[in-house]
């Protein structure tokens, strides 16, 4: 499988930890490639930064249309996740969907440990959006500027951690998520300090797509993720988003 | 009130269906401009056309920045509207949330007639990230392909009306949206033929806006729709969407 | 437009402040009634509080029918509200429903204010009844014996300020509104004191009444806000409300 | 124990029903008084009809203080039960209420059968209030004018069990609610006719109030069913609501 | 009415604490029968721990089907009530489901005070499976390791009663539950230092078994409720359970 | 990994379906093992049968502990999933609930089709117990006596095909689950029939398992899914259940 992983922030330093992450988890027939928008901002915490991500993630999955056999939405909150499971021919995972979908297969109530206030709206209603409000525990977060999000997972760790077993503790959780991209990886190294499972977005996205890859579900050709009835457009000649649109193109590409 | 009315699809027969039916309910102090999408579908009927929409609403609210004192995004399903209102220093309403408030004080059960069958499934999403699915007495729809948006009230009138009789009597009913910018002014030319009240979105996001902007609420600094954090950014220099991200900008607009 | 504004309390000093902020937002076109009821309570806390509030609204709107375009009841919790919308010809707004479906359109999570804890659940429940719970971040209140509703605002306005605070921080308020018809008129001269914009109930219903006027939605014949079935009654005759039951009256009135 | 059973509506030949079924169930130990409402309507619909019924309930509860030990409202839709919990020293039941309450212990899915459609949408309504929604399998309902609602039972039997038969084949049924005080008794004349069990509410409300006398619960005087605060009040004098109002009369009742 | 009341748990002190609370409140004509689990564990916390007291619950009805008139799970969490519910002919009763359906006859928010931290996440589930979590105001918990089931609510009763002022003061709790068998009986005694009606497991399953068994509910015969289908079975030949699953047997019993 | 996969119904044929639709999926490393209850019935309808089965399932896991790495509960409904997963050291993965989660990364909406009219409730429940009910779009299922469970997909294909194009014309389904072991691997031979993706819920489980086993997540030790604290028991001695219950042995296990 080519799993074309796709960081809809412009944050490169945040892409190498992701990689970094999925690598490890990869199976070895599991070829991945990178990808980081070049348009947006450096880590995604509310709604309108989400319609940047999405934009930008669907300009870079509309570039590479056929060179992917599945695609991850590598930020969490996952923007453009439902928009591109409607136009692409192949699955596509999310970073908090996955992880969502994981936990809930560990444990009854979920916890999640975010990087900022600011961001847990945005979470909240994703986590809306995919029906499951009533499995969450509780949302708790770091309250401070971030310097770098990159590096947010080193600066914190101590913090949480505790966070984490503040969430047990207060929240009832019986499973942890630690969200976000920047925190990539960090599931791993704390795991062993922690009263219950903890999942990781990354690695819960890569795992699921080689699932749904190797489940080889048709493509939908009714109902809500069917391709959009084509119909006139404007705009988009010259751009790769035409890919999506237009079905001429579509049918070359399919 | 200066109101930008921003179609985010590139169908000018709509937006001239929009401009006629918000410049019937508008008052005398309420100075319309219109603008219609250059990018993006001819009509919006799915999740990913909407985040065309969104984007392209985005990028007409930044161009015109400082040109108006509330902004109407002027489809149903409100394509860009959370996301708008984080960033915008004026009220912005949006046709689906204005007709869902201004009907929900007319009638308890609220029932949908949309132009689609594709449609149904991303305005039952919308509604249910309005919090307000428990209104809902279902969505009725046509059930054909459409030729022409914007003669889709005059073809399908008799067959619309059907619709919503049907909505009153096997859903439970109590008041009606005509739901689509393709259906503006469609609730005042057939309300004498309906057995309960039937509500517009464009006239309901056109009072709407006139009352949010007589109330004067101040603008959020803190909350989920405060100014999203400023933040290291890329690829937006030179676009006018520079204009909702960067500080710097943002003061002098402000 | 005639507006009826009936307070459902006996309190003439609320009559006043309910006023007050009425003139301030009305139109020049809205010329404004008051009604305050002769029967009942102070300020209603309690379902059956509100039982009375409602029956004396019921009696008052039914006095003076034929006499206004649109009638408000000015109690927090709306009592009579959807009761009084089944049987009158015009539109009937509330302060909690209009303030609910205005804040709506400023925020996703609704903070409420309120002027003491036993009010508090009565307001959960008229919240749940307009079917928007999952909306509401918390309600916040005032914990003592309150000497006269008609000087709450002034007495306590450092505590309210600071309950609103505390909504905006800890609940993750994202609109708060200033609940209770004693409160009328706080929102507009705190407002610059808080993070988030705040909604007043009389202003909201005054400028709701005012788009469902214009609007002009027609009278249900059908639904459950059609007119009751006509059927034997007893026990009315000579009283105002046999205007509102009796097929005969109904008619001429109508 | 002293059971006062309360008629909300005007119609003594329903109070007739209501008392043969009552006295059927009733132990020998239980004392049944009957009471009509004089003022309101033949059979209540509505929710302004369920409003005027309330202010009957609550006028004949508040003349008759002192004399009964438990107090039934004898009405489906329970109109003024939650209020009069509030503010009299003993057990009040309703026929919904009680019905749902003892339905939920015979299967998981109840389905209601009612007598007219206009009356569906007040019951859903109630069965809203008392949280228990995702519980009802649906309402089904006789679709004509009812000429007197004390034949009822008589005038419809074969299609009230044949509504039974379907609530029970398309809407996974479990077990059956015939809902209205013009049924009372119904249940048992029919059950043998049906394939689930099938509870009337009137026999329900007899038990059950019979259930919280025998429980001798104390009286609430904290939380939202204790004695609403006492406060001004006006217009009450005179009038036997006065009792249910006053601290001193309270008092003297308590 | 024969009762046989079953403790799914090895507790026999448990069991004379259930039965002592049971003949406190049962009728001069409801002859009450005790049974202690002879598999299984000493208290029940958890959901692995509820299905040994289902099984063990199911194996002492089906031992004794034919000696009695209703049946009465005698657990908090009501291991065993549903599916027993779809064999016996009898009805069956649970504490949690009795003491909240009679509790919610007595207040809208129902808190729960229970003996343990683990045991809430199990006792949650219960009530959302009875589809009432919308009436929940809190859980609050004992929260040390408990010695002996039997003293528990000698041991900790002071710390019980302010964990039910607790549930009223911060959780806006109308009516309080005392969970588990262990302390039967002790809503009783402490009642009277509580500010809101306090229900007990025991009473209020043995009140409802004495309603359901005098209202006579027919047996399903369709719907989920009716008796599972006939089918091939194995290895519960020589058990008592075999006379709840084969079709000879049953209807020998029947 | 060594996968125990327990057919909790006592049908060897159709353990058979369940292994031969595993085989097909199973990663080269994954060891599968199959064990079919020998205490219970030939399928699972109802929630009776799926305590039987449950407890068939308990009593396998405890006896192989220590000789698989994941456990699969492979009866649609998962008896005694959330149960074993309190008191196992490994991941435990269910039909149902991997069905849901993959079917949740491919469509909005889920539609069932199932093969009986009685086992729909019980399925429902467990939905619901998911917390994932609003995801449902409906279930659907085959209206007859099944002569064997293992011939049902060969016996019925034609009609579940047709339930599943009724699931996606009528409910508005996303994406469908062929629900019940006895229909294992039929998604895979009818999947090119459909108009949307089909999951199967031996192929989900068994790769939802895999995913679970290569991420390692810790046993919880808090929470609700810790093992449940140690306490006395009785009547397990002798049986491989004390495996599961008591410390000592526990230890010995771990």
Redesign the interface.
């Known amino acids: 499988m080519r799993l074309l992983i796709v960081n809809p922030n412009?944050?490169s330093g945040v892409t190498d930890l992701i990689e970094a992450e999925a690598r490890r988890?990869a199976r070895a027939d599991t070829e991945i490639q990178m990808a980081t928008?070049?348009?947006?901002?450096?880590?995604i915490?509310?709604?309108?930064?989400?319609?940047?991500g999405?934009?930008a993630a669907?300009t870079i999955a509309s570039e590479r249309v056929g060179q992917y056999d599945a695609l991850m939405v590598a930020a969490f909150g996952d923007p453009?996740l439902?928009?591109?499971?409607?136009?692409l021919d192949v699955?596509v995972?999310g970073m908090t969907?996955?992880a969502l979908?994981?936990a809930?297969?560990?444990?009854?109530?979920i916890g999640i440990v975010a990087i900022?206030r600011?961001i847990?709206?945005?979470y909240r209603?994703c986590i809306?959006?995919?029906?499951?409000l009533?499995?969450l525990a509780g949302i708790r977060h770091l309250d401070g500027?971030l310097r770098d999000p990159s590096t947010v997972q080193d600066d914190y760790a101590a913090r949480l951690v505790e966070l984490c077993h503040e969430a047990?503790?207060q929240d009832?959780?019986?499973?942890l998520i630690l969200a976000g991209a920047p925190l990539a990886g960090l599931a791993r190294s704390v795991?062993?300090r922690?009263?219950?499972?903890?999942?990781?977005g990354v690695?819960?996205a890569l795992?699921?797509a080689?699932?749904?890859t190797?489940?080889r579900?048709?493509?939908?050709?009714?109902?809500?993720?069917?391709k959009?009835?084509l119909?006139?457009?404007?705009?988009?000649s010259g751009t790769s988003?035409l890919h999506?649109?237009d079905g001429d193109i579509r049918t070359q590409q399919g």
């Open positions: 412009i944050s988890v928008a070049t348009i947006g901002v450096a880590y915490e509310t709604r309108f930064e989400a319609l940047l999405a934009y669907a453009g439902l928009e591109l499971r409607e136009v699955p995972v969907e996955a979908m994981t809930a297969q560990l444990g009854q109530r900022s600011r847990t709206a945005w209603e809306e959006r995919y029906g499951v009533g499995r500027p047990v503790q009832g959780t019986d499973v795991a062993h922690l009263p219950v499972p903890v999942v990781d690695s819960s795992a699921q080689e699932v749904l190797r489940l579900p048709i493509r939908a050709t009714k109902g809500s993720f069917a959009p009835p119909k006139p457009h404007s705009g988009l988003l999506l649109v």
